[in-house]
Nanobody, 120 residues
Framework: QVQLVESGGGLVQPGGSLRLSCAAS????????MGWYRQTPGKQRELVAT???????NYADSVKGRFTISRDNAKNTVYLQMNSLKPEDTAVYYC??????????????WGLGTQVTVSA
């Protein structure tokens, strides 16, 4: 099993910045993609950004140019730098990791989430 622990959420004013971190630990085989998703009450969880072990990134259109995803493969940690935050970015942010097993299957893991609130 892999555990994902997020940190860095909080309350910030519009236009401000936050940096989220997510560290993976436990029985890790080979983590490929890691990413961030977010969810607000009554809505489906949506992709924010993902990054592969090779550094390829993908962003939701709503955060392009404002958010930057990065990772430290040696530490199995992924980061999300969020700038120019807007009230509509308010959500619970979840970390995700895809672990490739020696049997060539992919196990998907989620963190418990961290609340990000953008409000004046």
């Amino acid at each position: 099993q892999v555990q994902l622990v997020e940190s860095g959420g909080g309350l910030v004013q519009p236009g401000g910045s936050l940096r989220l971190s997510c560290a993976a630990s436990g029985r890790i085989f080979s983590i490929n993609a890691m990413g961030w998703y977010r969810q607000t009450p009554g809505k489906q969880r949506e992709l924010v950004a993902t990054i592969t072990s090779g550094g390829n990134t993908n962003y939701a259109d709503s955060v392009k140019g404002r958010f930057t995803i990065s990772r430290d493969n040696a530490k199995n940690t992924v980061y999300l730098q969020m700038n120019s935050l807007k009230p509509e970015d308010t959500a619970v942010y979840y970390c995700n990791a895809d672990d490739i097993t020696p049997w060539s299957t992919v196990d998907h893991y989620w963190g418990l989430g961290t609340q990000v609130t953008v409000s004046a």
